[in-house]
């Protein structure tokens, strides 16, 4: 199976910074990566696929990079309501796996 | 606008199946894969598996043993079974529409408690 890692896991930043939180994969997953947020008592939300397509609804300072086995998602100036944990989620294989996630939290 | 909704027991005995029912509303389940994930309090998500309008499913293979995953299309719905439950099977269950990139609409998600 697929493994994914994320880094940092945790992480304190305040209104305005620009956060970078990245995923690994353990093998070559081409594109086949998605990033969700999940606020507390709340299902995930899909923000980007496909490492940089952008969720309709989801705004302009999300952004993702990346192809094989490195990926960066990137919020540009962080708001209020961004604080909340981050997933990554690998869909090259038929067996889906999840990042251990970020946790973005307010400084 | 397609929402989903969870439904099931909150309270599963060790050893007992878990049964959960996701209901899809403002759109049809005939397309599309429709998953199951779950989060054990305070952890991260767990894919459990995956199943096309059609029949066609996918699993995680540290469940595959213990999972099943049905659908009827003329109710709009989708099944879990987890037979042989313990205590690490508690978690919030959440059904999703995966799209082939990515899980784009979520029920709400329903905890499950394996407890007796």
């Known amino acids: 199976d697929i493994q994914m890692t994320q880094s940092p896991s945790s992480l304190s930043a305040s209104v305005g910074d620009r956060v970078t939180i990245t995923c690994r994969a353990s093998?070559?997953?081409?594109?086949?990566l998605n990033w969700y947020q999940q606020k507390p008592g709340k299902a995930p939300k899909l923000l980007i696929y496909?490492?940089?397509s952008l969720q309709s609804g989801v705004p302009s300072r999300f952004s993702g990079s990346g192809s094989g086995t490195d990926f960066t998602l990137t919020i540009s100036s962080l708001q209020p309501e961004d604080f909340a944990t981050y997933h990554c989620?690998?869909?090259?294989?038929?067996?889906?796996?999840f990042g251990p996630g970020t946790k973005v939290d307010i400084k | 606008q397609v929402q989903l909704q969870e439904s099931g027991p909150g309270l599963v005995k060790p050893s007992e199946t878990l049964s959960l029912t996701c209901t899809v509303s403002?759109?049809?389940?005939?397309?599309?894969?429709w998953s199951w994930i779950r989060q054990p309090p305070g952890k991260g998500l767990e894919w459990i598996g995956n199943?096309?309008?059609?029949?066609?499913?996918n699993y995680n293979p540290s469940l595959k043993s213990r999972v099943t995953i049905s659908v009827d299309t003329s109710k709009n719905q989708f099944s879990l079974k987890l037979s042989s439950v313990t205590a690490a099977d508690t978690a919030m269950y959440y059904c999703?529409?995966?799209?082939?990139?990515?899980?784009?609409?979520w029920g709400q998600g329903t905890l499950v408690t394996v407890s007796s």
């Open positions: 199943i096309y309008y059609s029949g066609s499913t």
């Open positions: 403002g759109g049809s389940i005939s397309s599309y894969y």
């Open positions: 989620q690998q869909s090259y294989s038929t067996f889906f796996t």
């Open positions: 093998q070559n997953i081409s594109s086949y």
């Open positions: 999703a529409r995966d799209t082939g990139l990515g899980m784009n609409y």
């Open positions: 496909a490492a940089s």
